[in-house]
């Protein structure tokens, strides 16, 4: 059973400009969170989708959005990014989005803003 | 303020050393999670504790979750290069699939 991925693995961007990251979860699993990791703050997180629905969100700006899609692959958008905003942002997919699911990791994808 | 503060922040040790490494809080937790995360990887997940007391073993690695739920250690027993990697302890909050995570444990083991 492949596991999660996300794609690209490496990006690099420039301040202003927008980025979409693109993340499939395993098989079958319905619900899909997004998280940020940095050095200074840790793994924070940042929303979190099921059927298709936002269900959660963290304190991030409104700048950072996502979406999913029907067949629960998720993207999510970071507009007019910050050199704050670089990260390795990780994606994971759990089977249905109830308590105590144990949740997927993909490997992430590393955003460096120059 | 941090919900899990996690210690020591940093650790290198030598091949066949045991270590601690450990998660706490000033609130009260249903369960808690502890992931360990390899380089160019995500966090994985290693165990759940549940009821305050418990103890969970996973080879040489020893989990045990606080009495009174607040607090959460990991001990490696006779640690090898392989268990190098950033120790994570994280709650899920309850009603979402939302995990808070500690800043983590950075283990480095030298052969």
């Known amino acids: 059973k492949a596991g999660v991925t996300q794609t690209p693995r490496y990006l690099i961007k420039t301040r202003g400009q927008q980025v979409t990251l693109s993340c499939s979860p395993i098989?079958?699993?319905?619900?899909v969170s997004w998280y940020q990791q940095t050095p200074g703050q840790g793994l924070q997180f940042l929303f979190e989708?099921?059927?298709?629905?936002?269900?959660n969100k963290g304190n991030f700006p409104g700048r950072f959005s996502g979406r999913q899609f029907s067949n629960s692959r998720s993207e999510m958008n970071v507009s007019t990014l910050e050199l704050g905003d670089s990260a390795l942002y990780l994606c994971?997919?759990?089977?249905?989005?109830?308590?105590?699911?144990?949740?997927?990791f993909g490997p992430g994808t590393r955003l460096t803003v120059l | 303020t941090q919900l899990l503060e996690q210690s020591p922040q940093f650790l290198s040790i030598q091949e066949g050393e045991n270590l601690t490494v450990y998660c706490n809080s000033s609130?009260?937790?249903?369960?808690l999670q502890w992931y360990r995360q390899e380089p160019g990887e995500g966090p994985v997940l290693l165990v759940t504790?549940?009821?305050?007391?418990e103890v969970k073993k996973l080879k040489r690695l020893t989990f045990q979750f606080g009495d009174a739920r607040k607090d959460s250690s990991l001990h490696i027993t006779a640690a090898q290069p392989g268990d190098t990697g950033l120790y994570l302890c994280?709650?899920?909050?309850?009603?979402?699939?939302?995990?808070?995570f500690g800043q983590g444990t950075r283990l480095t083991i030298n052969p």
């Open positions: 989708y099921f059927s298709e629905t936002q269900r």
């Open positions: 994971a997919s759990s089977l249905v989005a109830h308590l105590g699911n144990e949740q997927f």
């Open positions: 504790v549940v009821t305050g007391g």
């Open positions: 098989s079958g699993h319905r619900s």
């Open positions: 609130s009260v937790f249903s369960s």
């Open positions: 994280a709650i899920l909050i309850q009603g979402a699939q939302k995990l808070v």
